[in-house]
C-alpha cells in the first residue's frame, strides 16, 4: 500500500509479491544501516589527489560499508536511501567527523598542509544547525584553513539556495575551501561558477571519458578550465584513468588529478601511509 501511496504517476499498483520484497529489502536495508551507523561499521576510504606531477595534495573522503548485507546497492544509491531519512544528519555528522580526524592525524608536523575533501547532502546543508556541527569539529580537531574541503553540488544547494549560500560564505570566509562537484553535470550553468562562493571547480569524470576519444570535449574542458582559473578557481579533474588522460588534462592546465589512473579509494591505514 505504501509503495501505491509513494508512487507518483498514476498507474494503479496490483498486490505484486516483488514490490512487497522490495519494501521489505528496504526497510531491512534500513535497520541494518543504522545498525552500522551505531556500530561504527561505516568506514570514510580516501581517494588521493595530485598534481600532474605526482605530487600529492589531498584525499576526498568517500564512505564505504564493507560486509553489508546489500552488495546490490552502490554507494550512490545508498546515500539516495538514507538521505530519505533522518539518518542522513547522522550519517553527515559521523563522515564530517571521521574526515577532519583524518586530516588532523595527516597534516600532524605538515607545513604544506593536505586537504581532506567531504561530500555533503542537500538535507545535511539544510539543517539549521549544519554550520554549528562543522564548527564544532574545526575546534576539536584544530582543523586549519586548507585543512577541509566542502564539496557541494547544484542540486544540493537548490532547495532553500539563498540561505544556503550565506552558510558556505561564512564557512569560505573562514579560509576553508568550497568545491563544486560534478561539474559538466545538469544544468552546469556559468553563473555557479561566477557567483558561488567556490574555491574549486571539479569536473565530471563523463567528460574525461570522452576526452581521449573527441576533441571537441578537448575544446569543452580547456573552456572549462580558462573560465574557471579567470575566476580564480582551481580545477580537479575527476575519474582520470588512463595516461593519455592524464596528459591531455596536463596540456589543458588542469591543476589537480583524481582517479583510478594514480589510485582507487583507500581505506585509512593505506592513506595515511601514502602521506609519511
Ligand atoms: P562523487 O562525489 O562524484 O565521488 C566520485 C566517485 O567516483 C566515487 O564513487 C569514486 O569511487 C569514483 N571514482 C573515482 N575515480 C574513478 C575513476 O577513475 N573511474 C571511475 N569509474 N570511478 C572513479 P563512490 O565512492 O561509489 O561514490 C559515489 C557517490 O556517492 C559520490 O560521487 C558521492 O556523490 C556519494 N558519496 C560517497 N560518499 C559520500 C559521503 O560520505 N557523503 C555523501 N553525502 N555522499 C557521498
Ligand atoms: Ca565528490
Ligand atoms: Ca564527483
Not at 119 to 138: C, G, H, K, R
Request: proline fraction near 4%; include cysteine.
Amino acid at each position: 500500500l505504501t509503495i501505491a501511496k509513494e508512487s507518483t504517476d498514476q498507474k494503479i499498483t496490483a498486490y505484486n509479491p516483488d514490490l512487497i520484497k522490495q519494501k521489505q529489502d528496504y526497510e531491512q536495508f534500513l535497520l541494518e544501516f543504522e545498525f552500522a551507523l551505531l556500530n561504527e561499521e561505516i568506514e570514510l576510504f580516501y581517494q588521493p589527489q595530485y598534481t600532474c606531477q605526482n605530487k600529492l595534495i589531498g584525499f576526498e573522503g568517500l564512505f564505504r560499508w564493507p560486509n553489508n548485507n546489500f552488495p546490490q546497492y552502490n554507494v550512490g544509491q545508498i546515500i539516495g536511501f538514507i538521505e530519505k531519512t533522518p539518518m542522513i544528519h547522522q550519517l553527515g555528522a559521523y563522515v564530517l567527523e571521521k574526515a577532519m580526524k583524518f586530516a588532523y592525524d595527516i597534516n600532524q608536523n605538515r607545513t604544506e598542509l593536505l586537504t581532506v575533501g567531504v561530500n555533503l547532502s542537500a538535507y545535511q546543508i539544510m539543517s539549521p544547525n549544519f554550520v554549528e556541527i562543522i564548527e564544532t569539529f574545526i575546534e576539536k580537531y584544530q582543523i586549519k584553513p586548507g585543512m577541509l574541503d566542502l564539496e557541494i553540488t547544484e542540486t544540493s544547494l537548490m532547495e532553500d539556495f539563498e540561505t544556503n549560500i550565506v552558510k558556505f560564505k561564512h564557512l569560505k570566509s573562514l579560509g576553508f575551501k568550497i568545491s563544486l562537484d560534478d561539474f559538466g553535470t545538469g544544468y552546469s550553468s556559468l553563473n555557479y561558477l561566477a557567483n558561488l562562493p567556490l574555491s574549486t571547480v571539479k569536473i565530471d569524470q563523463s567528460f574525461i571519458r570522452q576526452l581521449s576519444q573527441q576533441t571537441r570535449y578537448q575544446t569543452l574542458v580547456r573552456l572549462i578550465i580558462d573560465a574557471a582559473h579567470s575566476l580564480d578557481l582551481e580545477v580537479i579533474a575527476e575519474g582520470v584513468e588512463t595516461q593519455a588522460e592524464l596528459e591531455i588534462l596536463e596540456n589543458l592546465h588542469a591543476d589537480y588529478i583524481q582517479g583510478y589512473y594514480f589510485s582507487k579509494p583507500l581505506p585509512e591505514k593505506q592513506a595515511y601511509a601514502l602521506t609519511h
